[in-house]
């Protein structure tokens, strides 16, 4: 992935709201994303997201993170998800407190 995004943040508000999210999305986590536009996924968290520095289309500077959610019945999906898209995580397993 480059180091591209729609969206970057600045804010320490904004930057908290994400680095929360991160500590929501471990490591094989089975989740459903329910995200701003209305819409959700679900699907296992392949490795717990990183909040990163990237530029937006203006080369404004800052922060964002993409989750990358695979199904096991599915091998052939996947789905990258920017952490700002995401309104509330859902848990469907016991992993939230764990990683592996």
């Given amino acids: 992935m480059g180091r591209?995004?729609?969206?970057?943040y600045t804010d320490r508000n904004n930057i908290r709201r994400l680095e929360?999210?991160?500590?929501?999305l471990p490591a094989n986590g089975h989740?459903?994303?329910?995200?701003n536009d209305g819409s959700s996924c679900d699907g296992v968290v392949v490795t717990r997201?990183?909040?990163q520095l990237f530029r937006d289309a203006d080369e404004h500077e800052g922060i964002?993170?993409?989750v990358r959610l695979e199904r096991p019945d599915v091998p052939a999906?996947?789905?990258d998800v920017?952490?700002?898209?995401?309104?509330?995580?859902e848990h469907l397993d016991s992993c939230m407190a764990s990683e592996s």
């Avoid at 591209?4 to 970057?8: G, L, M, S």
């Fill in 77 to 79: 999906w996947s789905q």
């Fill in 20 to 24: 929360s999210l991160v500590e929501e």
């Fill in 4 to 8: 591209a995004a729609q969206r970057v």
């Fill in 49 to 51: 997201p990183n909040v």
């Fill in 64 to 66: 964002n993170a993409v």
């Fill in 31 to 35: 989740v459903v994303l329910l995200l």
């Fill in 82 to 89: 920017w952490l700002d898209q995401i309104a509330r995580v």
